[in-house]
């Protein structure tokens, strides 16, 4: 396994913050422009950071118990696909 720097580590965190941000203003703006109220883009922007939100925690969660069912099969002998 190849284990990244911190340096490189840092990079990829930037690079997810800015494409954050990219698409909360984004749909910030494209909601204002569309409807013409700040008071709905504010909404709309802070409902889409918590859909965000749910889905990367969905998505930790996944690899999470995909990872312990893959090393739980590794133990029985087993492939995860349920093959020997």
Known sequence: ???RTNQ???L???SFCRLLGLVLCSNALIVYFAAD???LA???TLACSLLLQVGYF???LFSIWRSS???TAR???HHVDGFK
Request: aromatic fraction near 8%.
């Open 1 to 3: 396994m190849i284990w």
């Open 8 to 10: 490189e580590n840092a």
């Open 12 to 14: 990829h965190f930037i």
């Open 37 to 39: 109220s700040i008071r």
């Open 42 to 44: 504010v909404v709309t």
């Open 58 to 60: 969905g998505s930790v």
């Open 69 to 71: 069912r893959a090393c």
């Open 75 to 77: 133990h029985r002998g």
